[in-house]
Nanobody, 119 residues
Framework: QVRLVESGGGLAQPGGSLRLSCTAS????????MGWYRQAPGKQRELVAT???????NYADSMKGRFTISRDNAKNTVYLQMNNLKPEDTAVYYC?????????????WGQGTQVTVSS
């Protein structure tokens, strides 16, 4: 199993910044992609950004230019630097870790961390 622990959420003012961290433990050797998703009240969970073990990144269009995802493979940690935050960024942010074995796919989620952007 894989355990994902997130941190760094909190309250920020519009235009401010937050840095989220997610550390994976357990059977991390099977993981290939880690990322961040978010879910606002009454809305579907949506992609924020993902990053592969090799460093290839993918961002949702609304996050490009403001958010940056990175990872430290040695520490099994993925980061999300969020700049120029907007009220619409308010959501619970979830860390995601994915991979595959010969017999099944792996898809794990963290507990989520609340990000609130308000003046």
């Amino acid at each position: 199993q894989v355990r994902l622990v997130e941190s760094g959420g909190g309250l920020a003012q519009p235009g401010g910044s937050l840095r989220l961290s997610c550390t994976a433990s357990g059977r991390t050797f099977e993981l290939t992609t880690m990322g961040w998703y978010r879910q606002a009240p009454g809305k579907q969970r949506e992609l924020v950004a993902t990053i592969t073990t090799g460093g290839k990144t993918n961002y949702a269009d609304s996050m490009k230019g403001r958010f940056t995802i990175s990872r430290d493979n040695a520490k099994n940690t993925v980061y999300l630097q969020m700049n120029n935050l907007k009220p619409e960024d308010t959501a619970v942010y979830y860390c995601n870790a994915r991979g595959a074995t010969m017999f099944y796919d792996i898809n794990n989620w963290g507990q989520g961390t609340q990000v609130t952007v308000s003046s």
